[in-house]
């Protein structure tokens, strides 16, 4: 009897996948502990050349930005250190209003960081928006957001320092961490809808704890221009970086272009 080739015959997995070959490019994501929504939809999305690996820094479930900052400060260093462990080829910091909180100085600080400590090229949630709206050619944004007023008006401080004009805003109000995966499409498509303002080049959607992806390409049809969100944006760069195409049909624009 030979085992293996039964085992061979017994195990099927999608996408040309055998148990003994791993996906050939590693991407590694460091989240805050409420996050439920990027491991999934990335790995829903991700092409079958990539597998994502994720380790988490302990955030407390009310949302401020004291309790931003204590995790970025006591966890942040340490979560990345041991995800490069298992040596990634690209790196993404998953935290938009980590980073808004503390102000675009800190954010780019925050980066050269994680490439001094891990040896991995490496990104932040808001260095992947900036850099993807600038792809598109954008300079006037509509924000939206799941957030509560103080992070809100923070974002609008924050890419207004990186040189966006932010014409309006919107946000959900919600201080939960785990409850901000919470809003429903037709909630999303709302909030998304009273933010936006049509004299926009782009309508931006943050936190990477809600499902913003699922709405992308609905308001895309209807606004007419670009629709951008942590999820999409951190997807888009976390491949790029990687040296994987980033081509993802039906999230929109940015990913559906591939460049």
């Not at 407390?60 to 309790?67: E, H, I, K, L």
């Not at 980073?99 to 992947?128: H, K, M, N």
Request: aromatic letters at 6%.
């Amino acid at each position: 009897m030979n085992l293996l080739a039964d085992y061979s015959v017994a195990i099927s997995l999608p996408d040309g996948h055998s148990p003994l070959t791993p996906a050939a490019v590693r991407l590694g994501v460091v989240l805050p502990s409420v996050n439920t929504v990027v491991e999934p939809w990335f790995n829903r999305v991700l092409p079958s050349s990539c597998s994502l690996y994720a380790t988490r820094m302990l955030l407390a479930n009310d949302v401020t930005p004291a309790a931003l900052e204590r995790m970025d400060h006591e966890e942040g260093m340490e979560a990345a250190r041991r995800m490069a462990s298992c040596r990634p080829h690209a790196l993404a910091y998953c935290c938009t209003a980590s980073s808004v909180v503390q102000g675009a100085a800190y954010d780019a600080q925050l980066q050269r960081s994680l490439e001094e400590a891990t040896g991995i090229p490496s990104f932040t949630a808001v260095g992947a928006i900036a850099e993807a709206l600038r792809e598109l050619g954008v300079r006037k944004i509509s924000v939206a957001s799941p957030y509560t007023d103080a992070i809100d008006h923070a974002e609008l401080e924050f890419f207004s320092s990186l040189g966006f004009e932010v014409l309006a805003t919107a946000n959900l109000g919600i201080a939960d961490g785990f409850s901000l995966a919470s809003p429903t499409a037709p909630e999303m498509y709302e909030l998304a809808r009273s933010a936006w303002r049509d004299e926009s080049d782009a309508l931006l959607i943050t936190c990477l704890n809600m499902n913003s992806h699922e709405v992308v390409q609905l308001l895309e049809s209807q606004l007419g221009k670009p629709v951008v969100t942590s999820t999409t944006s951190t997807l888009w760069k976390l491949l790029r970086v990687a040296g994987v195409a980033p081509k993802v049909s039906g999230y929109g624009r940015l990913l559906a272009a591939g460049a």
